[in-house]
């Protein structure tokens, strides 16, 4: 089956230590985005790669970043995980930006923990 | 600004009622609004689009420009039905935002 996987699905990291997560797809979706959703709240778009062009939104913390290696992988970096960093991550792919193959596609998301 | 707000945090429904989960949205341009459904232990999916103007398992929206809504409704709602909804809004480019969700609880 084509779809989105992230690893792992439960991420348990220490105040400040770096941590990365994982997403890959097997759907060849020139989109890859991430998103953080807290408890109760909405998915909030951080930054997405179009092919290899990274696009940051203007609100995300300089404390995240990422990278996309190839077309089928895509990490999440958190350089120093505070205690609100804690979060459900998504990950998601489209095919492109533009008309029907707008719909994202999301992973099972991994669950971070900071103690 | 742009903003998606779905009112209801929890909507609870008896099996073979009416259902409808509200979402309005802010945006200065031409909307692309979707509904993505998770249900329990799965992952956030699409459930349909305004553009396509298709009905998915009973599930309709109609998108209302003049009042900024795109309510999702189903005539009879099933237990199958009970799942977190979460009404979304793509403002050009990538960028899609989502609304805070409804969870739809159906009683049998």
Redesign the interface.
């Known amino acids: 089956d084509a779809m989105?996987i992230q690893n792992p699905r439960y991420q348990v990291t220490q105040f400040g230590k770096p941590v990365t997560l994982s997403c890959s797809q097997t759907l060849n979706h020139n989109?890859m985005?991430w998103?953080q959703q807290k408890s109760?709240?909405?998915?909030?778009?951080l930054f997405?790669y179009?092919d290899k062009d990274f696009?940051n939104?203007a609100d995300t913390p300089d404390n995240f970043q990422s990278r996309r290696p190839n077309t089928s992988f895509c990490f999440l970096d958190i350089r120093s995980p505070g205690l609100g960093d804690a979060a459900m991550y998504?990950c998601?792919t489209?095919k492109s930006?533009w008309g029907?193959n707008?719909?994202?596609?999301?992973?099972?998301?991994t669950r971070l923990t900071v103690v | 600004a742009q903003r998606v707000t779905q009112p209801e945090k929890l909507l609870s429904v008896f099996k073979g009622a009416p259902v409808e989960l509200k979402c309005n949205y802010s945006y200065s341009g031409s909307p692309e609004l979707f509904w993505y459904v998770q249900y329990s232990r799965q992952r956030l999916q699409l459930l349909l689009r305004h553009i396509s103007r298709e009905s998915i398992k009973g599930f309709t929206a109609d998108l209302n420009k003049g009042e900024t809504s795109f309510h999702l409704k189903k005539p009879f709602a099933q237990e199958e039905d009970s799942a977190m909804y979460y009404c979304a809004l793509r403002t050009g480019g990538f960028k899609t935002i989502f609304g805070a969700g409804t969870r739809l609880f159906v009683k049998a």
């Open positions: 989105v989109v985005y998103y109760s709240q909405a998915p909030k778009l997405h179009y696009n939104e998504l998601a489209s930006g029907v707008t719909e994202a596609f999301f992973g099972q998301g």
